[in-house]
């Protein structure tokens, strides 16, 4: 029974399938397609969509995310002012989106905030095309790839450009001065409505290589650092205007702009560093967090999980490629809080991809047993510090231990690194068994016993009332067990409906074939036609929770016979020109490769987003995920009995 209680916690659904899940629940996939910007649906709503799609796009490549972000950007700038007709207060038909609804009389402007919001995964969706294996082939309006990035890039540089006279050189944009219906006319904008311009800048410059772009946006990161305190434990602090901290800051859904332009400029090398990412990430440890299910909600602490905030953490997540900690306070969380079903708000749908996005790889923890009672199921410990240890399968990455703990007193867990504990993550009493994450860090890959990492439990010990840990399941990394085709035909389909082994759920993906072509991420069943002779490469991966395994082979196509008989009979059922389907093998023929070790590959919230985290209806007819083409998948998709719509 606890058993299949940890399985489901830990595998049954990764936050791949979890986004899948999410993606339906507003108008069945469109969310805000259709909606203008006058009431900021598209700044605080769609554009989360977009962001979400772009991390998704980022974390598998496959073409359904790229397929899904066009059809959502091609609506976005259906909506733009100068494709609409409509104008701002000056009566300039732009390259924004207006919106009536912050200014008293309704008067139309368009902040830069909403248009750094819109036009950067724009932006992003032409860096990833431009080194993506499918950007010759066909979008889902006949466009390739390729020229449809080159659109979106001039879009955004239209829309960048609109902005250019509320732009100061000393690093920060001002509302227009003769807007004078605006509260602060003529004054510099906040940060995170600058920065949020900057995220475009610097996408701008990734592949535009103009260093007019990057000049900007190094003003604008130099000014948001100038800006920043330190605070005892050496986290960043700063207010929403900036200028000396103080109070409790900046709340934590502006701030997430603001870390998410530091954390890109930092992987760029723009003023910000590693070391600033680690800080942002020392504000959300140590200042945000505060147990298992408190966060405050401000960068420097104060009030807690009020609840347009407290969903706003996720967005935090891409400080998750520096601290593994970070991940699991917001997975943990959102498994528990804000499950896939139930989500209906764009930027809860974008803590999901960033989850997928950022996920370690799980690792199972096995007890230090001087510490523990042996309960059958579970253990419970004996003392104060009891011990558990994991061997990450890499120790230069990070990974999630998933435990099923019963939790008496506060609880806190610790890293050791050889000299001293590092805490992790806290947890307050449950009133049973329940899931909880303890992240391993690669920054203290001191191994205690072999290739083991320990961590410690640390309470005010109780006799009899010690954490209790239930045993770890038996995990089973990913394999492919069938045969693929090795063979093929000019003009006759291939089909190969693989079969993997491994604990589920599973997630499928083509590394390499030809150009457009794609696998189901449900089942990996292929479908292909080939239409020139010649030896075909491919590289098939399966990925669990806990892995991947990847299956390379080569199909050789041979160009049609000619026919030189003269008479003609019953095609021989073991020779005849039937199109080439790979099938099972049994598991010892040794066919399939898989890899050894496990591998990841992978303003203001506005109140339409942030006030509700629930949904629509979700469909129950059609495939098990989005697929916009492959003739072949149908059938064994409807084999294996999968409902789920995508759109």
Known sequence: MFTSLILSFILAVSPRWAFENAYDNSNGGDWYIGDNNETALLAWGESYVLWSLAAMARATGHT???????????????QRDDARGVADYRGISGACWRNTHYQPGGEPYCY?????????????????????????????????????????????????????????????YVFRADATFLEYAGVDQPLNQSNAL?????????????????????????????????????????NYWGGPYAGNGEDISHAALN????????????????????????????????????????VGGGPTNDASYRPQIGRWLPLARRRTAVYTAVHDVFARDYGPDAIGSG??????????????????????????????????????????????????????????????????AAQWDGEKYHPL??????????????????????????????????????????????????????????????????????????????????????????LGLEVDPATGALAWTPSAPGPVAFSLVLENDLGRAAQDFVVD????????????????????????????????SGESETSGEPDTTGTSAGPDDTASSTGGAVGEDGCGCRSDGGAGWSAALLLLGLRRRRR
């Open 198 to 238: 900057g995220l475009a800048l610097l996408a701008l410059h990734d592949v535009t290589g103009e260093p007019a772009y990057l000049e900007k946006a190094t003003a604008l990161a130099s000014r948001f650092k100038a800006q920043l305190t330190a605070g005892p434990d050496g986290e960043h602090l700063w």
């Open 425 to 514: 993550t806290r947890w307050r009493p449950t009133a049973g068994f329940e899931p909880r994450s303890v992240p391993y860090e690669p920054r203290w890959p001191f191994e205690y016993s072999g290739d083991a990492v320990l961590f410690e439990f640390e309470d005010v010990f109780v006799p009899g009332e010690g954490i209790r840990v239930m045993e770890p399941p038996a995990f089973t990394l990913p394999a492919i067990t069938s045969l693929p085709p090795t063979s093929a035909e000019v003009g006759a389909e291939v089909q190969y409906l693989p079969i993997g082994a491994g604990d589920p759920p599973y997630w499928w993906s083509l590394a390499d074939g030809p």
């Open 112 to 172: 830069a905030v909403h248009s750094g919001m819109l036009v950067y995964p724009m932006v992003e969706f032409a860096r990833l095309v431009a080194t993506w294996r499918h950007r010759d082939a066909l979008a889902y309006d006949g466009q390739t790839w390729t020229a449809k990035a080159a659109a979106y890039v001039a879009a955004a540089k239209e829309t960048v450009a609109y902005h250019d006279d509320e732009w100061n050189p000393a690093g920060y």
């Open 347 to 412: 930027s809860l749908l974008l803590a999901w991809a960033y989850l997928a996005e950022h996920e370690p790889v799980v690792c199972p923890h096995e007890f230090y047993v001087v510490d523990w009672d042996d309960a059958g199921d579970h253990r419970q410990a004996t003392a104060y510090g009891a011990n558990i240890l994991t061997v990450p399968p890499d120790l230069a990455r990070g990974c999630r231990i998933a435990l099923q703990v019963e939790v008496a007193n506060e609880t806190e």
């Open 64 to 78: 359904q995310y790229f397929d899904r972000l066009a059809r959502h950007i091609d609506a976005v700038l259906a």
């Open 259 to 298: 870390v998410a332009f530091a954390a890109l400029a930092a992987e760029r090398g723009v003023v910000f560093s590693d070391e600033d990412v680690d800080r942002f990430a020392l504000t959300f440890l140590r200042r945000v967090y505060r147990d298992d299910a408190t966060f405050s909600d401000f």
């Open 557 to 588: 196509v041979l160009p049609v016979p000619s026919d030189t008989s003269t008479e003609t009979g019953p095609e021989d059922p073991t020779t005849g020109d039937a199109p080439t389907t790979g099938g099972p093998a049994p598991e010892t």
